[in-house]
């Protein structure tokens, strides 16, 4: 008689609640980016789809809030937890001291903490050295607050047409190839449970990095 093979094992519901919440925020992006991209001239098949991505990523967000009560899970230690404003408070420290750039805090930092954290800053000080470099960024507004259960960080900036088009075409390099041998942002936020995407809005001639995060 051939051995038995092991039992697979079992997933964590905590781990897959985080996969699932990440998935959504990727649907939230993609509807907030369609968006932005709509015009007047927006077709009604386009704003048909648009409506139904929106709506999808709002039932799925609360089918995954319904399925988070059925999967209690015990407290965490806050060891290596830091809250976002110490994520915040070091990433403007350390941007303006290793890249001459400065961060413009717009409004109160919400109060969350974050699991992680250290490699998210880092992480992010990553990105923004790209920014610095390749796009001559010199001057970001940081924004947060909460959607949902989770916490929302917008570094926005000003950028040209041209800048525009340049950004769009290494939005990937830049979400996941940091310099200075610092981890990939969008890795980071993905294995924290969230999510990160670069938004373009001609209309305001502005670009934006924005990060989802679940609490920690």
């Given at each position: 008689m051939s051995p038995k093979a092991p039992a697979?094992?079992?997933?964590?519901p905590e781990l897959l609640l985080r996969q699932f919440r990440g998935t959504v925020a990727s649907l939230r992006a993609a509807a907030e980016t369609l968006e932005l991209a709509a015009g007047a001239g927006e077709s009604e098949p386009s704003a048909r789809l648009r409506a139904a991505?929106?709506?999808?990523?709002?039932?799925?967000?609360?089918?995954?809030?319904?399925l988070a009560t059925l999967f209690p899970t015990p407290p965490r230690g806050r060891r290596g937890?830091?809250?976002?404003?110490?994520?915040?408070?070091?990433?403007?420290?350390?941007?303006?001291?290793?890249?001459?750039?400065?961060?413009?805090?717009?409004?109160?930092?919400?109060?969350?903490?974050l699991s992680g954290a250290a490699a998210l800053t880092g992480a992010l000080l990553g990105a923004l050295a790209r920014l610095r470099r390749d796009f001559a960024v010199s001057r970001l507004a940081a924004r947060t607050r909460w959607h949902e259960e989770l916490?929302?960080?917008?570094?926005?900036?000003?950028?040209?047409?041209?800048?525009?088009w340049r950004l769009r075409e290494a939005h990937g390099t830049l979400l996941s190839g940091g310099l200075g041998g610092q981890p990939a942002l969008r890795q980071v936020v993905q294995e924290a449970g969230g999510e990160v995407w670069l938004n373009i809005d001609r209309r305001a001639a502005t670009a934006s990095l924005r990060l989802l995060l679940p609490r920690g």
């Open positions: 697979a094992p079992r997933p964590d991505l929106v709506e999808d990523a709002e039932r799925l967000s609360q089918l995954v809030d319904q937890q830091r809250t976002l404003a110490e994520v915040i408070a070091e990433v403007t420290r350390e941007a303006r001291r290793e890249l001459e750039l400065e961060i413009q805090l717009e409004g109160p930092v919400i109060e969350a903490r916490a929302v960080i917008d570094l926005a900036w000003p950028a040209d047409e041209p800048q525009l």
